[in-house]
């Protein structure tokens, strides 16, 4: 049977733009989440991101937690977006586009908005962003299945839905509720990425979950020691080693999203 090859990212570009979202100029949104708070959504999003535009492929990334938004540490950015004819523009850092209200607003000033208020700034967002040409908007979704979260899957409608997930029974009994709300919103999961593997010492209720869910494991994550004297990941992802890592995850992740799409 012969192999199956994921389209490099010179060879996805000379194709015809086929554009799958409905965002203007995106061709593919995924979205990451867990419905869990402290598993490493963030730094999922963020790995995923660097591991896609090492690629080659045009990406941004969107942090979604609106009430404690953290990309811009995770990725060493201090810069801010700027406004241009009424359009917020992302910032730009390494030829990757980040988005996060903790850009926008000062670290010490706090964060308050009830479910109304946060959808409509989901919605002002949403329309006034101008992320221009990518081939991959990645969502950095909040914790829990709230407002913030249901909204952005009607508001996005992405393509496809990363779930992170250590092998914890908490972390997996949380994912089991987001798993069906996906469902029910016809959202296809593409795998799960266990974080922190290796940290816990009984796997088997995380093998029973893949098991049960139907659901494959894309890739793991071991506990980072380098995140213990820095949060940037750019830093943590120089090394030979640590670049095989990112190309063995986007390899990973493109075989999934070419394979439904």
Known sequence: MEEKICPSAEDFLKKELKKHTGIKDIRFILAIGSGKGGVGKTTVSAILALALKKSGYSVGIFDLDFYGPNLNLVLGINKHPFIEFGKIKPVSFNNLKILS??????????????????????????????????????????????????????????????????????????????????????????????????????????????????????????ILKELSKTENLWEVFKTPEKEKFLNDIAERILDKVFRIH
């Open 101 to 222: 209200l903790a850009l926008m607003i000062s670290e010490k000033e706090p964060i308050f908005m009830r479910g109304l208020m946060a959808t409509k700034l989901l919605q002002e967002l949403l329309q006034r962003v101008d992320w221009g040409p990518l081939d991959f908007l990645i969502l950095d979704l909040p914790p829990g299945t709230g407002d913030i979260f249901l909204s952005t899957l009607d508001f996005f409608n992405p393509e496809g839905f990363i779930l992170v997930t250590t092998s914890h029974k908490l972390a997996l009994s949380d994912a089991k509720r987001t798993i069906s709300i996906l469902k029910e919103n016809y959202i296809p999961v593409l795998g799960v990425v266990k974080n922190m593997a290796g940290f816990f010492e009984d796997e088997t209720s995380f093998q029973n979950f893949l098991k049960e869910q139907r659901l494959n494991l894309l890739f793991e994550i071991p």
